[in-house]
């Protein structure tokens, strides 16, 4: 029986550990931290998680989906609120299509379970992985509580620990020609906990995602199954007058929702009091390559770990595990092979996704509340319905198809020109008035055929 | 009495002594080799260095410059090698000008021995950096010989271990928000001795630095003192027919040199035999921020490591040193300010001079062959000779000026899209043959102090 080590017992390196089981490999975990399940801890600093399609594909393949159904709130679309706390509504894609709500603490439990019942995967907690050989497939870790060092040999290792994943930085960053980078963006985050009412119900509407867009910083809000949001400020950490070292005492806080998310600080008035109760985090972008070096691949976080504005994290991360899965159904036993075509079929897909959760986390923040970006949206929508086989936005191709990310990006940007054509026409307002956008959604669909 | 660390007695770190010695800090180095003056060891996998002004001023603001010039050799141009060993000459700047080579080793010795005679800095040998508490200020190291542990503790530290800097992968990595990258070219080298004649004299012409230009490949060779030339293949590691994946066999590379470098092999019949003295070696550009974090600064190849091909990098480093030394006189004993100053300064101007070490990359390994480019380098000497004060090329204002980097990368793109406009024109090479080109300079040269 072939054997293989996962280093990481997350969400990637839990679901990996499912479908390497059902491949029949024996399968070991080891996990720096102690069981999630049994600890009164954090699962890790992370704003909530939405599952999308990528994510959905990856767990019901091997059967589990169902089980994270039963935790997951889905969420229809975007629910902005402005100064005066008017809302607006955009819908994520067509009807039914959501995203869905999960907490990573709970995900993640239920991941492990799932992992040792179906998968019949052994977990190893508290070991501390300090060094790897990669070619010989062997990881070294030592016990946080007794100090004991252990050697964890097999066929193969898998690191899914993450973006400052341990194998990463002790082997595979020594491997000559190892490209790496590691850029973190000028925006932190603060997490808030909305709780519920009294009653158990949402202070906010619940099937959909509420973003309080402000130019330079944003507050968004997700829903837990508790009836609480988790809502996460994301801004500057300096040099700019909203920025969060411009928060620091208890009257700044409150002064700063007061004014600045007016509708959100009257269902939560005493925020100024939970402002400490999680910390400020940064937000990075690993990129690296190779990902894999003999016996070693890094998948999930470990490999393109991104910034969250695309909700497409995790789901990249899940959809590692579709295509390494994919890659063994082709190659059968021979790793070299799964590995040479696994990094090199991810890879560009991975810098994409990388690139599109950056683009994204400009138009959150700049262009989410821009007349001009509803309007855009509204075409992209009368398109789709009039093309729906032809058509499909660069929101849509990521979140609700299997497309591969570079494809995405690609079709994404061409689509994008020939759309910014008709925004960028005289009256574009009057045009949706009066109807005329119809015959130039038609000339648009014509150039898209011809193209 | 203030004290520092530095860790690693490279070039950087022991010229640096040699300032903190005389500004009366009491100054310790680390370094995790042997004494290189007692033993028979390489000082680290390294192409021959070029020794230019940026070099030689902070040699000569503490008076060491004259025991280098000792075992420097002026290059006074390049000597371009065709297929058929014609040979033509590009003088590097204006007569007298030259670029210096030197030899690591040699020049690493002197160096040393100049921080502890000059600078009464005390070296400790076979210590490697384990950790540091940048805040703190104490280094951590082990003996590679006993095993001891021991740390160093004093008011700043100066981190000069080169490109994998221990004290940066270690330490400064794992600080919040530190942005690094470490990316390699798709070209490595491997280092060839050419002999000196029976005799004791040079194969080659001595006062240049010679190439033999191939497009995609090349060979390079620089003098040596004791008549021997330190020659470097630079070509892709694999995926083209001439790579070092092809050349693996003696027949392979006797055959490669012969067909590809015959008036070299000439010179050099037995190199198959020698193709293995040297290892094959990779090349990396290091780009990081911040470069300094409490009590610790990053300085030379540690906060930007590039590759060779701008004869930059000693330089550059070299150069850290004058700015620092600079800040010291303008701030005194504040290290805050200027640690911060001096990040914030060099940082832009050592990312021009990575982007420039790159771009001559692509130039000399692709263009400096090409009769157009040998035109282009005509001209600018010709605006140079005709406007001395108001023209500088941008390899003079690299090489033998102390422009800020970042400035002479910007001028010399404005030139750059100046004299492209004269290459453009039809029948340039007539213009230089009938004498119009003088006009056109002159024209040039209106437009140039109008903008």
Same mark, same amino acid.
């Given at each position: 029986?072939?054997?293989?080590?996962?280093?990481?017992?997350?969400?990637?390196?839990?679901?990996?550990?499912?479908?390497?089981?059902?491949?029949?490999?024996?399968?070991?975990?080891?996990?720096?931290?102690?069981?999630?399940?049994?600890?009164?801890?954090?699962?890790?600093?992370?704003?909530?998680?939405?599952?999308?399609?990528?994510?959905?594909?990856?767990?019901?393949?091997?059967?589990?989906? %169902?089980?994270? &159904? =039963? /935790?997951?709130? !889905?969420?229809?679309?975007?629910?902005?609120?402005? +100064?005066?706390? $008017?809302?607006?509504?955009?819908?994520?894609?067509?009807?039914?299509?959501?995203?869905?709500?999960?907490?990573?603490?709970?995900?993640?439990?239920?991941?492990?379970?799932?992992?040792?019942?179906?998968?019949?995967?052994?977990?190893?907690?508290?070991?501390?992985?300090?060094?790897?050989?990669?070619?010989?497939?062997?990881?070294?870790?030592?016990?946080?509580?007794?100090?004991?060092?252990?050697?964890?040999?097999?066929?193969?290792?898998?690191?899914?620990?993450?973006?400052?994943?341990?194998?990463?930085?002790?082997?595979?960053?020594?491997?000559?020609?190892?490209?790496?980078?590691?850029?973190?963006?000028? %925006?932190?985050? &603060? =997490? /808030?906990?909305? !709780?519920?009412?009294?009653?158990?119900?949402?202070? +906010?509407?619940? $099937?959909?995602?509420?973003?309080?867009?402000?130019?330079?910083?944003?507050?968004?809000?997700?829903?837990?199954?508790?009836?609480?949001?988790?809502?996460?400020?994301?801004?500057?950490?300096?040099?700019?007058?909203?920025?969060?070292?411009?928060?620091?005492?208890?009257?700044?806080?409150?002064?700063?929702?007061?004014?600045?998310?007016?509708?959100?600080?009257?269902?939560?008035?005493?925020?100024?009091?939970?402002?400490?109760?999680?910390?400020?985090?940064?937000?990075?972008?690993?990129?690296?390559?190779?990902?894999?070096?003999?016996?070693?691949?890094?998948?999930?976080?470990?490999?393109?770990?991104?910034?969250?504005?695309?909700?497409?994290?995790?789901?990249?991360?899940?959809?590692?595990?579709?295509?390494?899965?994919?890659?063994?159904?082709?190659?059968?036993?021979?790793?070299?092979?799964?590995?040479?075509?696994?990094?090199?079929?991810?890879?560009?897909?991975?810098?994409?996704?990388?690139?599109?959760?950056?683009?994204?986390?400009?138009?959150?923040?700049?262009?989410?509340?821009?007349?001009?970006?509803?309007?855009?949206?509204?075409?992209?929508?009368?398109?789709?319905?009039?093309?729906?086989?032809?058509?499909?936005?660069?929101?849509?191709?990521?979140?609700?198809?299997?497309?591969?990310?570079?494809?995405?990006?690609?079709?994404?940007?061409?689509?994008?020109?020939?759309?910014?054509?008709?925004?960028?026409?005289?009256?574009?307002?009057?045009?949706?008035?009066?109807?005329?956008?119809?015959?130039?959604?038609?000339?648009?669909?014509?150039?898209?055929?011809?193209?």
């Amino acid at each position: 029986m072939k054997s293989a080590t996962i280093v990481g017992a997350g969400l990637v390196g839990s679901l990996w550990a499912v479908y390497l089981s059902k491949a029949g490999y024996k399968v070991k975990v080891v996990e720096r931290r102690p069981d999630i399940r049994k600890a009164e801890i954090s699962a890790g600093k992370s704003i909530n998680l939405a599952l999308s399609d990528r994510g959905w594909k990856a767990l019901d393949a091997v059967g589990v989906g %169902d089980e994270i &159904r =039963e /935790i997951a709130i !889905p969420m229809y679309g975007r629910i902005m609120h402005d +100064l005066e706390g $008017n809302l607006s509504y955009q819908p994520y894609g067509q009807k039914g299509q959501a995203i869905f709500s999960v907490s990573r603490g709970e995900l993640n439990a239920r991941m492990m379970t799932i992992a040792e019942k179906v998968g019949n995967a052994e977990i190893f907690y508290n070991e501390k992985c300090e060094n790897a050989d990669l070619e010989k497939g062997i990881v070294y870790t030592i016990n946080t509580l007794t100090g004991e060092q252990l050697e964890f040999k097999s066929d193969l290792i898998f690191a899914t620990d993450g973006a400052f994943s341990a194998v990463r930085y002790n082997a595979m960053q020594k491997v000559d020609r190892f490209n790496f980078s590691q850029q973190y963006i000028e %925006d932190g985050y &603060r =997490e /808030i906990l909305l !709780p519920a009412n009294e009653d158990g119900t949402y202070k +906010l509407k619940t $099937n959909a995602l509420h973003i309080w867009p402000r130019g330079r910083f944003m507050l968004i809000a997700l829903p837990n199954e508790d009836g609480s949001f988790t809502c996460t400020l994301f801004m500057p950490f300096e040099g700019h007058k909203n920025s969060f070292e411009n928060l620091k005492s208890r009257d700044q806080v409150e002064h700063f929702f007061k004014s600045t998310f007016p509708d959100f600080f009257e269902l939560m008035p005493n925020v100024a009091d939970a402002w400490e109760d999680h910390p400020l985090s940064s937000l990075a972008l690993i990129r690296c390559y190779p990902w894999t070096h003999g016996k070693t691949a890094l998948m999930g976080d470990a490999a393109h770990a991104t910034v969250p504005f695309y909700g497409q994290g995790m789901n990249c991360g899940f959809e590692d595990c579709t295509k390494m899965w994919d890659l063994m159904q082709k190659h059968g036993e021979d790793w070299d092979a799964i590995f040479k075509a696994y990094e090199q079929w991810r890879k560009p897909n991975c810098d994409s996704m990388q690139n599109l959760s950056l683009q994204n986390y400009h138009v959150m923040r700049d262009h989410v509340a821009d007349p001009k970006f509803l309007l855009q949206k509204k075409l992209e929508r009368k398109m789709q319905e009039a093309y729906p086989e032809e058509y499909l936005p660069l929101y849509s191709m990521v979140t609700f198809s299997h497309i591969d990310y570079a494809d995405a990006e690609r079709i994404g940007e061409e689509q994008n020109r020939k759309i910014q054509k008709i925004m960028n026409l005289n009256d574009i307002e009057a045009l949706f008035e009066n109807g005329q956008i119809d015959d130039l959604i038609h000339q648009f669909y014509i150039q898209l055929t011809q193209a």
